[in-house]
């Protein structure tokens, strides 16, 4: 079989389409961006999904509000699980005799200078050098270093395809939008309806 790296946009919950994603895909490895948890209808089933299919993952700002939460019934085995999350995993991918080297964050890197990105950057992160207002640039705007950079966090913009730089894969699955992947090996985007909208869009 061949190599086959899924990385899968914010689940938040949605169960159902994420065993559909990974039942179409067949990744021999599955990484997800963060915001596994919350919102959603389904915590214990993505959790269930992310054991069978010893899927990886970053660590998103949703995922962090879990483990503050209490008497949501969240197995400890989850909890912990979260806790051992990284910041942020790299890779490296040939396709076509061409090296492709990659990481995988949640919200963003410091477009300047990605190897000091901050705990703050990797979770929560939109625009540079903060979201402190709508007038400033996006990361991903001035980010033009030739490392890939595959995130989510940001449903309200939808897919964010720009590649070889950047991917953004938070399609807003549990605002009905569905439910996005990305096959490494293939350059390929997978996409999944949501089954329905499960909160409004805040």
């Known amino acids: 079989m061949s190599l086959r790296t899924l990385f899968i946009g914010d689940v938040h919950g949605c169960a159902e389409e994420l065993g559909t994603l990974l039942d179409i895909v067949q990744p021999t490895r599955g990484i997800l961006v963060g915001d596994m948890f919350r919102k959603g209808p389904n915590n214990h089933g993505v959790w269930r999904l992310i054991q069978q299919w010893n899927l990886e993952a970053v660590v998103g700002n949703h995922d962090l509000v879990l483990l503050k ?8 085995a989850l909890l912990t699980w979260i806790k051992g999350l990284p910041l942020s995993i790299d890779g490296t991918c040939k396709r076509d005799a061409i090296c492709i080297n990659w990481t995988a964050v949640h919200a963003g890197v410091n477009p300047i200078e990605p190897d000091k990105t901050t705990f703050r950057e990797a979770v929560t992160l939109r625009r540079y050098p903060n979201d402190s207002s709508d007038r400033l640039p996006f990361w991903w705007q001035i980010y033009n270093q030739d490392r890939l950079i595959i995130y989510g966090h940001d449903a309200k913009r ?14 807003g699955c549990v605002y009905g939008n569905g439910l996005t992947g990305y096959i490494l090996e293939e350059n390929r985007l997978v996409h999944v309806p949501s089954q329905r909208a499960y909160v409004d869009v805040s």
Do not use: Y
Not at 69 to 76: A, L, V
Not at 158 to 169: I, V
């Open 158 to 171: 939808g897919l964010q395809d720009h590649r070889p730089r950047t991917l953004g894969l938070d399609t």
């Open 69 to 76: 939460e209490k008497g949501t019934g969240t197995p400890e």
